[in-house]
């Protein structure tokens, strides 16, 4: 199944822009066991579990807005985003962050004094990446070409402070080793999915 997966998947990565760890939040007014949460972002979710030995259910939603809209309406314990997705309700107030999921601090005013879940005696990294791709069977000419354009943009400093604002570090990937990235995060996540077993539910 998995190479059947990889070899039909229709598009093929050009490039990645930016990296982030992933951010554990939860309301907050909530004070709750580490025991038996319901959260969701499923590899994450199994990698907290296994660290924390905890009976966490890992809940699938169609999105970071509603995992989001889950949490603040009381349906779930836990959510597991990037910074962009959280960050105005961190900014609100609404939402607090319990750990970075990165090996050190984020940049950016709202997020450089939450600390990272290794600062706080866990071994939990997990990192989401963001670029850009493309339909299968493109030209390499075109596919070094926007790899060019894609280069040029993140050296500017206008840019890169933009999306340090929102969480992210710059981190520049060219098509062949985006693309392997993401061949073998589709293997770790079938893995995952696998782990999960009846511990997954689909919202």
Same mark, same amino acid.
């Given at each position: 199944?998995?190479?059947?997966?990889?070899?039909?998947?229709?598009?093929?990565?050009?490039?990645?822009?930016?990296?982030?760890?992933?951010?554990?939040?939860?309301?907050?007014?909530?004070?709750?066991?580490?025991?038996?949460?319901?959260?969701n972002a499923e590899d994450v979710?199994?990698?907290?579990?296994?660290?924390?030995?905890?009976?966490?259910?890992?809940?699938?939603?169609?999105?970071?807005? #509603?995992?989001?809209?889950?949490?603040?309406?009381?349906?779930?314990?836990?959510?597991?985003?990037?910074?962009?997705?959280?960050?105005?309700?961190?900014?609100?107030?609404?939402?607090?962050?319990?750990?970075?999921l990165s090996s050190e601090r984020?940049?950016?005013?709202?997020?450089?004094?939450?600390?990272?879940?290794?600062?706080?005696?866990?071994?939990?990294?997990?990192?989401?990446?963001?670029?850009?791709?493309?339909a299968k069977g493109q030209d390499?000419?075109?596919?070094?070409?926007?790899?060019?354009?894609?280069?040029?943009?993140?050296?500017?400093?206008?840019?890169?402070?933009?999306?340090?604002?929102?969480?992210?570090?710059?981190?520049?990937?060219?098509?062949?080793?985006?693309?392997?990235?993401?061949?073998?995060?589709?293997?770790?996540? #079938?893995?995952?999915?696998?782990?999960?077993?009846?511990?997954?539910?689909?919202?």
């Amino acid at each position: 199944m998995r190479k059947s997966f990889r070899l039909f998947w229709p598009v093929i990565y050009l490039a990645v822009f930016i990296a982030a760890g992933f951010m554990i939040i939860t309301l907050s007014d909530t004070s709750f066991s580490r025991q038996q949460m319901k959260a969701n972002a499923e590899d994450v979710v199994t990698l907290t579990a296994d660290v924390l030995d905890s009976d966490i259910k890992s809940i699938a939603f169609d999105g970071g807005s #509603a995992a989001i809209a889950a949490l603040l309406g009381n349906n779930i314990d836990v959510t597991v985003q990037t910074p962009a997705d959280c960050k105005q309700y961190l900014e609100s107030g609404d939402l607090k962050c319990l750990a970075v999921l990165s090996s050190e601090r984020l940049k950016g005013e709202i997020f450089k004094d939450i600390p990272t879940a290794i600062e706080q005696g866990y071994d939990l990294v997990s990192e989401c990446y963001q670029g850009c791709g493309a339909a299968k069977g493109q030209d390499p000419e075109v596919i070094a070409y926007y790899e060019k354009c894609f280069q040029e943009a993140l050296a500017d400093s206008e840019v890169q402070a933009a999306i340090e604002n929102m969480g992210f570090e710059v981190l520049y990937e060219d098509h062949a080793t985006y693309q392997a990235r993401w061949e073998s995060t589709a293997e770790s996540f #079938a893995t995952i999915l696998e782990t999960l077993g009846d511990r997954l539910i689909i919202a």
